[in-house]
């Protein structure tokens, strides 16, 4: 029995410091820190060498000192940016340039994840179908678009697709829908917000909030009656209420839109402009002139010389509301654009244009500095909170609606369409992780296939899809970069512009490095905390 | 069609006589809610419309497509309703005819794709140029413009541009070494795939000598690519120098024999260790310096050859490094404690409070400026994070920063990086050839990702593994070696294949950066004054080649997680 028991320690039998797993650890960290300060030391001397020369940590003063590393940030960048989210110009800084590409990039990821995630959604779906065929065709565009490289279909959108396309003049029209395909990019029709929307947008969140309450409250009932309330039918119907009366109130609102008009034209309302031009062209009614011009009774030049000849200013909706209305009364016109409202007054002011379209009350304040003012007049006309704008060849521009560049356009497709086939998988095999015995629970239950797919599958099948789905995400982000290869000015190709103009590689490196990690975190943190939220809480 | 009844056991088989019941058929398939109603009525006017611009485009094409599907839908329907299948209605009912939705989308699609179909081949083969002579193709495209037509794909380019894409400018006279490469890997895939296969191999000589030939065959094909030959007037030299040295160790090696059966202490190990290690270098030393090599990377390699090239040493020379920050991140060795980090980073900051922050702000541009002189502050917030999630584990601190930065940027930042900024971390006056560089952080960037990889595969160990391990006395690099990586790696095969087939892709980003790889010749041609603007045709070559490649690669990786039994177990 004695020799069972321990035998107490003796000293020599503690574990010598040498073998100990404690001090060794410590130790070796130790040494691996010096080398790993040893390596960056040796670099940054490398660094501080050959930047010397470069000359890119220069102090005003003469002096070398890495905090005056990003002073560059400060000095004009001088080169210009073809589209950009916020206003630029070539004199602005070399931050505001980058700060336009950090949102370019933001918008075409933006973009990029909403489309993509719509398209591989529809596509994993229809990987499921029980159509053959259907199922067949999600499988070989999958397989296409992740067994070959983003960058090389890029190329081939951007080169070999939507710069082949025709010129302005032959722009293709899909289908007949009001969108233009041509060199010049894609053209899509968009929204033109007029002033009165505002009271639209108060009505939109009143909707909204009205649905949010709706939706609870019989959800309450539901639950105290135990009788099952069409809910989407009743919420629907609400909105429907909440935002026609928006509608209402908002074109019942007296407009704030107007036109001057000079003295040539002899109009007091909105209502005689048809006729004025009708009578200048010799027709009775203007709907005819079209039908006129293709039977050749008329000439499309004295059409020309008849349009009406409108001042506005760019990109304004003013001049959407005006289009419109006149579009819809068949009158010819030709658009005059100016970058402010005084240069578009001088051009009126000058007779460049017949009349003049915007705010009432600015044309009024605008009028009395008008030398001859007594020879115009101000119409108002008709204001409709949210109006659709087309787009519309003039000369060699199209005008109104949305314009995707062909870079843009080239960047979005590509990633839309490399990351929507990744996401199609993510969905499958979310919807297949869900066990079959939960959909026949459902239906055994008597939920309606709506109920089944809400309450039952995606819950389910969202546990699954989430994680992989965020990966994709950030590789859509990160995949972004590759616009400097169709020419798109994202965050990536603007700094590398500022790097070979400023020569701050080490500083530009770092601003790009810290900006696609801000982004990463962003587009991760969202998702995990959403993630968080629908993972199942075990134990 | 489909009435929703199943097929009833021939127990009563004078039933079937058809029976079909209109109004339910009606109440059941089209008028079950208005959605539907709205979505069939949609769906058959674009179906009616799509085919009556087939028929006019390609009339008996479409009509015979037609005609199939109504007399196979019309038999699958009398099956259906005598219910009586055969093996093809039941087919067909189950993939092809389930739903009147199906049943039109079915027709919908097999016309779109057919006319898909015809002018891919139109456009690829009908309308195609395949001749490589310039004249002839200009001849071909006046021809077309004469008529007005739209010409189809000129893939004379493609054609004269072969050998372009795969080798680029690889010199002429050289190409027996390309041809050598093939060889070589040619034979061992195929003494592989004997070797590998067969279980009377399994611990032979054979297969342990093909186990070296692989590990050496990086080397051999780099070599061969590169050139790499004895200098002429050295041959004799270099004999001698591999002959003297080969005798010395191994003599050498039959002395450490000797000596360690003799004197079993641990330290006399080590010595010898030593001293091979030293042998070994001077060996090399004295032979690897009379080779030379001939070609110059930067100008001998280009297209598929670099992309092959690039992608392989990527993913070869990630491996070590992908492993060893996967243990590095997982490691569990106690951190540095809590006194001395604080105390330290203390320290450090005041010391940049001091010398850095106090001039920073004596005369601040902007806010900016101050922000940016704060910096110092910095480093205890770091310091707090590397405790909190660390616990002051230096080398798992380093391991995740690492990865989760390389993971966190594009690969084209990565590759611009050693581009632009290697050469300003090196020391002044060193020149590093674009190609390595570019081939360095292809693999710095696999390493993170491989990292992320191989991390999946430890934590699906067991922990019963480690333990099992470590009770049966093993150290910790036996434990590793012998127990954990084995299992870990063969479960991350089918990801180390994805990764690569990514990285396959990936190498294109290359031609951004200035190296003419595949895709950087496929940009080429459309510059060349024969093939002026020719970009489509190129691009669809390299389509196909990259399509197949990772098809290629994915199906046998398929094929090897089920010879390994991946999954299993």
Known sequence: ?539 | MTVQQQNLPSSKPEEHHIHFDMRRFVREHILRSWLLAVWLVVLTYITAVITWGQLQSATVVTAVVILIWAVTLIMTVYNELRHKHNPMTLWLKANLYSSITNVLLTLLLTLLIFAGIRSFFDYAFTRANFSPIPEVSDAWEASYAETGQEPGANWGAVIDNMRNMLVFRYPQEESWRLYAVLGYLGVMLLASTVVYSQERFRRSRLRRAMNILWVLTPIITFGLLLGVAVQPELVMETLITSVVSIAVLGGLFFFTKWVTTQYPVAWLGLVMGLIWVAMLAGALYLIVGNFSVKLNPDQAWGGLLLTMIIAVFAIVASFPLGVLLALGRRSHIRGVPAWLTYGSTALLTLYFLVTSTLPGLQDPANLFAIILALWPLAIPVAAYLFQKYFKGNVVAAFCTVYIEVIRGVPLITVLFMSIILFPILLPKGTEVLSTWRVMVAAAMFASAYLAENVRGGLQAIPRGQYEAAESIGLSTVQKYRLIVLPQAIRVVIPAIVGQFIGLFKDTTLIAIVGLVEFLGVANLISAQTDWLGVRREPYIFLMLIYFAGSWVMAASSRRMEKQMGVGER
């Open chain 1, 1 to 539: 029995m004695a020799e069972l028991s321990p035998t107490p320690r003796k000293k020599q039998d503690s574990i010598p410091f040498w073998r100990d797993g404690r001090v060794i650890g410590v130790f070796g960290q130790i040494i691996f820190v010096i080398f790993v300060l040893l390596g960056m030391a040796w670099l940054l001397g490398n660094v501080s060498d050959n930047i010397g020369e470069l000359g890119s940590f220069r102090c005003p003063d003469g002096t070398e000192s890495f905090s005056c590393g990003f002073n560059f940030l400060g000095i004009d960048a001088q080169f210009d940016i073809a589209e950009s989210v916020i206003a630029y110009d070539p004199s602005d800084s070399y931050a505001r340039a980058m700060t336009v590409g950090a949102l370019n990039t933001l918008k075409v990821s933006v973009f990029g994840i909403f489309f993509a995630t719509i398209l591989g959604t529809f596509t994993g779906i229809a990987r499921l179908s029980n159509n053959w065929l259907v199922s067949n065709i999600a499988k070989w565009y999958v397989d296409f678009f992740r067994n070959t490289p983003l960058l090389l279909q890029l190329f081939f959108i951007y080169f070999g697709v939507i710069l082949l396309f025709p010129g302005i003049r032959e722009a293709v029209q899909p289908l007949g829908l009001p969108v233009y395909l041509s060199q010049r990019g894609i053209n899509l029709p968009g929204l033109s917000f007029l002033p009165s929307s505002r009271i639209l947008f108060l009505f939109l969140f009143a909707a909204l909030v009205t649905v949010v309450i709706i939706w609870v409250l019989l959800g309450m009932r539901e639950q105290r009656l135990g009788k099952s309330i069409n809910r989407v039918l009743w919420c629907g119907l609400a909105f429907v209420v909440v935002m026609g009366t928006g509608w209402f109130v908002a074109t019942a609102v007296p407009s704030s839109q107007a036109i001057m008009v000079s003295s040539s034209l002899p109009v007091s309302s909105f209502e005689d402009i048809p006729g004025v031009v009708a009578e200048r062209l010799g027709v009775s009614d203007l709907a005819m002139v079209e039908t006129a011009v293709a039977d050749g009774s008329l000439e499309a030049a004295a059409v020309n010389d008849a349009a009406l000849t409108i001042c506005v200013v760019k990109g304004g909706a003013p001049e959407t509301n005006l289009a419109n209305q006149l579009i819809a009364a068949n009158v010819p016109y030709d658009v005059d654009r100016s970058d402010r409202i005084d240069q578009a007054l001088r051009a009126f002011e000058k007779g460049e244009c017949e009349l003049i379209v915007g705010r009432s009350s600015v044309l009024t304040t605008y009028q009395a500095t008008l030398e001859n003012s007594s020879q115009s007049s101000i119409v108002s006309i008709d204001e409709m909170p949210i109006r659709v704008s087309i787009p519309r060849i003039e000369g060699l521009n199209f005008q109104g609606g949305i314009k995707m560049t062909p870079s843009f356009a080239a960047i979005l497709i590509g990633l839309v369409l490399y990351t929507g086939a990744f996401i199609a998988e993510i969905v499958r095999a979310g919807m297949q992780s869900v066990p079959k015995g939960q959909t026949e629970a459902a239906r055994a239950l008597g939920l309606s296939e709506g109920q089944r797919l809400r309450l039952i599958i995606l819950p389910q099948a969202m546990r699954v899809i989430i994680p992989p789905l965020t990966s994709q995400y950030l590789n859509l982000a990160k995949n972004s970069s590759l616009a400097i290869a169709v020419g798109f000015a994202d965050m990536w190709a603007i700094s590398y512009t500022t790097l070979n103009q400023s020569g701050r590689a080490v500083q530009v490196f770092l601003i790009v490095m810290a900006s696609y990690l801000t982004l990463s975190l962003i587009i991760s943190f969202l998702l995990n905390w959403y993630n968080r939220r629908i993972s199942l809480v075990e134990r």
